[in-house]
């Protein structure tokens, strides 16, 4: 007997609060799996911790139950009632209801916890939850939330600085834009100007005003100006995921 088609479920317009409720779940699966499905407190805590989340959040008990139960509606979240019958517990359904693998359950968990992110960042908060190794593998997840339409960017994935965030914004909501992308600033290939639409032609003062070796110089320059701000983001998104690694530890300990 063959088994039953999975039901999708579209993830599209997905408010802000549904968004951050999802996200919590998924997330404490993957990282306290002990305390988890969650109580209806412990999911507001998760909500309104102070790590790990952008915006900082505020919301009360009445508003987390409020969007368990349209998340609920939605399919995307049961909830489970213990032996004593007296604490209601909530899991998430995700993986019954979509066909994201474990690395792009990570990848959508930490974009509807903190927003649009670079590619570094993104995948050392991801790695939290499960081992992304290196940054072709994100690439390669990326791409296929992509093309079911859960992800977006401001550029070509290959390309230096570039930022992602997830799709799921319903049209009415305000939400910060991606950077725009600017094809002359990124590091890969440089275009041609002689070819170069005029739109995004360089300006580029003559040889003999300049000089070739002040060129070089400010090319230099350039690049090694681009190499410091990768490390310091490689540095910062380190200390956060340690700030997230120690917070997780302090929860499984009671402190």
Same mark, same amino acid.
């Given at each position: ?31 306290? *799996? ?6 209806l407190k412990a999911t507001t805590t998760g909500c309104n911790q102070k790590n790990n989340r952008d915006p900082i959040s505020n919301y009360v008990e009445d508003d ?50 903190? %927003?649009?992110?670079?590619? %570094? ?39 230096? %600085? ?7 914004? *319903? ?17 890969? *290939? ?6 170069? *639409? ?58």
């Open positions: 007997m063959s088994e039953p088609e999975k039901e999708i479920v579209s993830l599209k317009e997905m408010p802000r609060k549904q968004r951050r409720v999802l996200g919590v779940l998924l997330e404490k699966a993957f990282t306290v *799996p002990d305390q988890y499905p969650l109580t987390v139950m409020e969007t368990l139960a349209a998340l609920q509606l939605r399919g995307l979240v049961a909830c489970l009632h213990t032996e004593s019958g007296r604490t209601e517990r909530y899991r998430h359904y995700m993986r019954h209801k979509t066909n994201l693998n474990e690395q792009q359950l990570a990848i959508m968990t930490e974009l509807m916890l903190r %927003g649009k992110q670079q590619l %570094g960042e993104l995948r050392t908060r991801a790695s939290r939850m499960v081992p992304i190794e290196t940054q072709e593998d994100l690439r390669r997840e990326l791409q296929s939330l992509m093309a079911q339409g859960l992800v977006r960017s401001n550029g070509p994935l290959e390309r230096r %600085g570039i930022e992602v965030d997830h799709d799921l914004y *319903p049209l009415n909501e305000n939400h910060e834009p991606l950077a725009e992308y600017r094809a002359e600033e990124a590091d890969g *290939p440089v275009v041609s100007s002689a070819n170069a *639409p005029a739109a995004v032609r360089p300006t580029v003062r003559p040889v003999e005003e300049v000089g070739t070796a002040q060129l070089e110089k400010m090319s230099s320059l350039e690049n090694t100006i681009r190499e410091l701000r990768d490390e310091v983001a490689s540095v910062r998104s380190d200390f956060r995921a340690l700030e997230d690694r120690f917070e997780d530890l302090r929860r499984q300990l009671g402190g």
